[in-house]
């Protein structure tokens, strides 16, 4: 789970001057501080290699790909996270310097300590970006990727997208938010996933 900062409330505009001149991360969620916990070794090689699918992907679209030192504000207000990857397309978003508000895909790699925050809390935070399309969810101990998806009915519905180790490249997942299909296993290369010992 995250870990709360004993501290005051304080307002967004304390949390963003105050947060600017730390050493580390923190997020912000109604006035209070909390600290961001650091990940494994194939936690971040999922996210590195995600950023490497997407970036040349969106180059030249006017989009930014993002990874987990940029910040994504729900309101101007807060609460503030930091996702593992996130796009964004929208002009809007064009001449940001301390936190996105416009992003068409978030994804977060999923953790031991923080995997119910991000199921629950932080997704239900990201539901209210109006420009969010997707929501990703990575494994980064198997081959199991979950997409939250935003229908025209404005629900959204899961895709999940999974591989036996023996066949890795008949799973293809698609990223619609940023028109982008690719084999799962690029996801996890160079990783020695916990199911295939």
């Known amino acids: 789970m995250i870990a709360q900062l004993d501290t005051p409330q304080i307002s967004p505009q304390e949390y963003l001057a105050w947060e600017?001149?730390?050493?580390?991360?923190?997020?912000?969620?109604?006035?209070q501080i909390y600290a961001m916990s650091g990940g494994t070794?194939?936690?971040?090689q999922v996210a590195v290699?995600?950023?490497?699918?997407?970036?040349?992907?969106?180059?030249?679209k006017q989009c930014k790909t993002l990874s987990s030192d940029a910040k994504v504000g729900i309101t101007e207000q807060g609460p503030f996270h930091y996702p593992d990857v996130s796009v964004t397309c929208d002009h809007r978003d064009h001449n940001a310097r301390d936190y996105i508000r416009y992003?068409?895909?978030i994804v977060e790699v999923l953790s031991s300590t923080t995997e119910a925050f991000d199921r629950g809390k932080k997704f239900e935070h990201y539901r209210r970006i109006?420009?969010?399309?997707?929501y990703v969810l990575i494994d980064p101990e198997q081959m199991s990727v979950?997409?939250?998806?935003l229908n025209k009915n404005g629900?959204?519905?899961?895709?999940h997208y999974t591989s036996s180790s023996d066949n890795p490249d008949d799973c293809q997942v698609e990223l619609s938010s940023i028109e982008l299909k690719f084999p799962i296993n690029l996801l996890y290369e160079d990783i020695d996933l916990l199911d295939n010992k």
Request: charged residues 25%; aromatic residues 12%.
């Open 20 to 31: 600017a001149e730390q050493l580390t991360r923190y997020g912000y969620i109604d006035g």
């Open 41 to 44: 070794i194939p936690h971040n």
């Open 49 to 60: 290699n995600l950023v490497a699918l997407i970036k040349p992907h969106l180059r030249g």
């Open 103 to 105: 992003p068409c895909l």
């Open 130 to 134: 109006e420009t969010l399309r997707e």
């Open 146 to 149: 979950e997409c939250y998806r």
């Open 155 to 159: 629900r959204w519905e899961l895709y």
